[in-house]
C-alpha cells in the first residue's frame, strides 16, 4: 500500500493536486493542499500518481506505507 | 543533594572554574558503555520533546560515517532561561557530557550552539574550553552563535544554521542523527540533556534514578517567572508537584488566574487545578512556567504570545504563514461572538501541516488557553473587556499589531 506525503515547504498553493485527485486531496481556505494519509487503495494509486506528477513544485510524494509510518523519531520542538 | 545536581556548585556558592568543577564532581573518566548506562538511567531530552536520549545516542551510532555532537543552548523560548544559566554555572559539566557523548560515538567534533544574543554564556564557555586544553583526549570543542529566532533552535534549523546555511527548518526526514551538520550524522541534544549525560558517566545510571518518580528519573531545570516571589531557574525532580515547585520559589504573589506550564509551546493549568498536578516530561516541556495573576487580561496576554508566535513562523509553510496569523488576528477581535469557532476552525487547518512542529506548538496553546480561560474571553465577548490590566506578564514581541 501507498500514502501521498506533501512537502509542505515546497507546496506554494497552485491547487492542481486537488484538481487531478479529489477523491484525497482538498484545499484549505489559503488554497494549500490538505493531504488524506490514508493508504490508496489499487484502484485510485493511478488518479494518485497523476497528481504527483502534475505538481509544478514536486512537492508531493507517493511513499510505500511502511517507509512512512515505520520510522518513528524524535519529536522536535523548538526547542 | 537530591535535587540539586547540576547547580550543585552554584548552591555551595562556587564560581564555575575548572578547579571547583573538579572539586564538585571529581573527573569525567573514561567509560565503556555509556549508551547503556544512559538507557539504564531512563534519561529523557530536556529541550522539550522529552525524547529518550540513549535511542537518539543509538540511531547516531548506528548511522555510520564520524558524526559531530552539538550541543543545543539555543534557548529561542523567551520564557526560558535555563540552558543560559546552566552555561553560566556549569559549563565544565555541558562539555563533560559532550566529551562522554562523542567518545562513545567516536566523534570529534563538539559544539555548543548558543543564540547571538547570549554573548556573556559564549564567553564563559570559551574561556571553560581554553582551561581544558589537552584534557578531552582527541574532542575538538568549540561553540557558534545562531540568530536569535525562536525556531532557530529547532533541530534542523540549527543544523542548517551550523552547515552555514539559513536558521530555518527543514521537512524530515532526514534527521539530524542521519545527515546533520556538514551532513554528518549528528548527536544534537540539549545542553542540559548533556550536563545530565556528564554525571551518568560519573555515577551512574541508579544513583541517578536516586532522584525523581521510577517513571520520570532524575532532575530538571525550569524558569520560574510571572507573579511568584523569587523567579528564576531552578532545579527540581522530575515528577514533583507544580503546587510544592511553586513554593519553593516563595509561591505566587497573590491570588493566580493560570500557570502556563511548558513554555509558549505549553499548557495552562487552572488554579483549582494546581494541587497535585505533577511536573512530568511530557507536560514540562523545556521547563518553563510563567505564573499569570488574577488581576491580568488572559485575554491579552494568550493574544500577545499569539501574535508573537505568529510573527516567528519561519514564514516557510502556507498553513503556518497564513493560520498563525489568522489566529492572532481573530484573537485581538475581541467582540466577535464567533470568535470561537472560528478558532477552532482555523487551528483544524493548521495542526500537523508544517514542516516543523511551530504550528501544533501554537495551536496547542491556543486550544488551552480556549479551555482554562474560557470564562475570561467570554466577558470580553459580551462586554468587550473583562475589565483587567493587560499586565504584559509574558512580555514577548514589542506588544503590538503588526
Known amino acids: 500500500m501507498k500514502t501521498l506525503r506533501i512537502d509542505p515547504i515546497a507546496c506554494d498553493g497552485r491547487g492542481l493536486c486537488a484538481e487531478l485527485f479529489p477523491e484525497r486531496i482538498t484545499l484549505d481556505e489559503w488554497g494549500y493542499a490538505i493531504i488524506d494519509s490514508a493508504p490508496i487503495p489499487a484502484s485510485l494509486e493511478r488518479h494518485a500518481k497523476r497528481a504527483v506528477d502534475g505538481c509544478p513544485l514536486v512537492a508531493l510524494r507517493l511513499d510505500l506505507l511502511d517507509r512512512a509510518e515505520g520510522h518513528r523519531e524524535p519529536r522536535s520542538r523548538r526547542r | ?402
Open chain 2, 1 to 402: 543533594m537530591s535535587s540539586s545536581r547540576l547547580l550543585a556548585g552554584v548552591s555551595g556558592g562556587l564560581s564555575p572554574s575548572l578547579d571547583n568543577h573538579l572539586a564538585l564532581f571529581g573527573p569525567l573518566g573514561a567509560h565503556d558503555d555509556l549508551i547503556v548506562a544512559v538507557e539504564r538511567a531512563g534519561l529523557r531530552g530536556r529541550g522539550g520533546a522529552s525524547f529518550p536520549t540513549a535511542a537518539k545516542l543509538t540511531a547516531v551510532a548506528d548511522a555510520g560515517g564520524r558524526p559531530v555532537v552539538v550541543a543545543n543552548a539555543v534557548e529561542g523560548e523567551p520564557v526560558s532561561g535555563k540552558d543560559r544559566a546552566l552555561l553560566r554555572v556549569a559549563p565544565h559539566l555541558v562539555l563533560d557530557g559532550m566529551v562522554a557523548a562523542s567518545r562513545a560515538l567516536g566523534a570529534r567534533d563538539a559544539v555548543v550552539a548558543v543564540s547571538h544574543g547570549a554573548t556573556r554564556e559564549r564567553a564563559i564557555v570559551e574561556e571553560a574550553i581554553g582551561r581544558r586544553r589537552g584534557g578531552d583526549s582527541g574532542v575538538r570543542l568549540r561553540t557558534a552563535a545562531v540568530p536569535e529566532r525562536f525556531v532557530a533552535g529547532e533541530e534542523t534549523a540549527l543544523v542548517n544554521a551550523l552547515s552555514g546555511g539559513e536558521a530555518r527548518p527543514s521537512l524530515k526526514p532526514p534527521y539530524p542523527f542521519q545527515q546533520g551538520v556538514d551532513g554528518a550524522p549528528t548527536l544534537l541534544s540539549n545542553a542540559e540533556t548533556l550536563a545530565h549525560v556528564a554525571l551518568i558517566a560519573r555515577f551512574g545510571p541508579t544513583w541517578f534514578r536516586g532522584a525523581g518518580g521510577p517513571d520520570t528519573p532524575g532532575t530538571a531545570l525550569v524558569t520560574l517567572g510571572g507573579s511568584i516571589a523569587r523567579p528564576g531557574v531552578y532545579e527540581i525532580e522530575l515528577g514533583a508537584g507544580l503546587a510544592e515547585v511553586l513554593e519553593g520559589a516563595g509561591n505566587p504573589t497573590g491570588p493566580v488566574q493560570g500557570v502556563l506550564v511548558g513554555g509558549l509551546f505549553g499548557r495552562w493549568i487552572s488554579p483549582r487545578d494546581v494541587p497535585g498536578y505533577a511536573l512530568t516530561p511530557d507536560v514540562l516541556g523545556a521547563g518553563a512556567i510563567v505564573v499569570v495573576p488574577d488581576d491580568a487580561c488572559a485575554l491579552a496576554e494568550c493574544a500577545r504570545v499569539l501574535e508573537y508566535l505568529a510573527g516567528e513562523s519561519a514564514g516557510q509553510c502556507g498553513p503556518c504563514v497564513h493560520g498563525l496569523r489568522a489566529i492572532a488576528d481573530v484573537m485581538h477581535e475581541s467582540r466577535s461572538a464567533a470568535r470561537g469557532a472560528r478558532l477552532a476552525e482555523l487551528a483544524a487547518q493548521v495542526a500537523r501541516r508544517g514542516a516543523c512542529r511551530h504550528p501544533d506548538g501554537a495551536v496547542g496553546f491556543l486550544s488551552s488557553a480556549l479551555d482554562v480561560f474560557a470564562d475570561d474571553f467570554a466577558r470580553h465577548t459580551k462586554r468587550g473587556s473583562c475589565g483587567r490590566r493587560d499586565a504584559r506578564v509574558i512580555a514577548v514581541g514589542n506588544g503590538r499589531r503588526r
